[in-house]
């Protein structure tokens, strides 16, 4: 693969994830009317996103591979400990906000995890997009020239859609209405005061 089409790949990548950089730099703009952990959790996707694009450019400048491949660690391992920082600043602010609750003699109900469901349907999104990154790196170290252009190009993205597809699917099939779920609350306390 060469340059130029990596760095069209990172360009549009770096375009279609502003529904994840722009919130994020509304979040950096409010300042402090949000919390230091959601501030830093910005701060870290502003980052990744600002280095993907900076590796466009860097690989239609670089003669090989060794310098957009150092620049790519390098962003991934700083976006992450952003994230990591954010995500330790979170956690003290839930402990903060607990204790506090408590001093005032307040314990509030634990806000629920995400269920099975959510998982599952991130871990075969995950998977899709594994897959094709597996799919576009076999293409790219085969360098398979028979293959017509559309095929190497539309492969990896008719996986993502599959996946997305099952998953959207799977989350569609296992979500229960809130009205049944509502009803199934009131039910069972009815049945506690006067069973």
Do not use: I, N
């Amino acid at each position: 693969m060469s340059h130029a089409v990596a760095a069209l790949g990172a360009a549009a990548l770096t375009a279609a994830g502003c529904v994840w950089y722009l919130p994020a730099l509304a979040d950096l703009r409010a300042g402090a009317d949000r919390p230091a952990s959601r501030r830093v959790a910005a701060a870290a996707c502003v980052t990744g996103w600002a280095w993907v694009g900076s590796l466009a450019g860097l690989l239609l400048v670089a003669e090989g591979w060794r310098a957009p491949g150092v620049a790519a660690a390098v962003g991934a391992v700083v976006t992450a400990a952003l994230r990591l920082g954010a995500a330790v600043k979170r956690r003290r602010e839930v402990r903060e906000t607990a204790r506090g609750w408590a001093l005032l003699g307040h314990v509030p109900r634990p806000a629920g995890r995400p269920g099975p469901a959510r998982r599952v349907v991130a871990a075969v999104a995950g998977a899709g997009v594994l897959a094709a990154v597996v799919l576009a790196a076999s293409y790219a170290v085969a360098g398979r020239a028979s293959d017509p252009f559309w095929v190497t190009a539309a492969a990896p993205g008719v996986v993502v859609g599959v996946f997305l597809t099952a998953a959207g699917v799977y989350a569609r099939v296992t979500r229960r209405p809130a009205t049944a779920a509502c009803g199934e609350r009131h039910q069972h306390r009815y049945q506690r005061r006067t069973g």
